[in-house]
């Protein structure tokens, strides 16, 4: 799966920016590896947790605008839809 590449880039990209560069190119890196951490947890919480159901996260669906973003979610798939697969995130 994607988070099998993913995730051991990021954890590169952090511990280079936290370990071995102090300068510019390190905070990037840092801020990179941190970025692609954070959106791999969101994505796992919205898209597997709530739009699949297939984690307990009850508690994201109290936030006003995530029916919108499961609706979308559920064009995204476009099944029945006709319509064009895009991001979960768009």
Same mark, same amino acid.
């Given at each position: &799966? +994607?988070? +099998?590449? #993913?995730? @051991?880039?990021?954890? %590169? ?8 560069? *102090?300068?510019? %190119?390190?905070?990037?890196? +840092? ?9 791999? $947890? %969101?994505?796992? $919480? ?8 297939? $984690? @307990?996260?009850?508690?994201? &669906?109290?936030? @006003? ?7 979308? *979610? ?5 099944? #029945?839809?006709?319509?064009? @697969? ?5």
């Amino acid at each position: &799966s +994607l988070s +099998l590449v #993913n995730a @051991p880039i990021a954890i %590169a990209m952090i511990y280079y920016g936290d370990r071995v560069d *102090h300068g510019i %190119a390190g905070q990037i890196s +840092l801020g990179l590896g941190v970025g692609m951490t954070m959106f791999g $947890l %969101a994505y796992i $919480l919205v898209h597997d947790g709530y739009c699949h159901r297939r $984690l @307990p996260v009850e508690w994201i &669906s109290k936030l @006003p605008f995530m029916k919108e973003v499961r609706k979308a *979610h559920l064009v995204h798939h476009g099944e #029945n839809l006709g319509e064009e @697969p895009y991001g979960l995130f768009l």
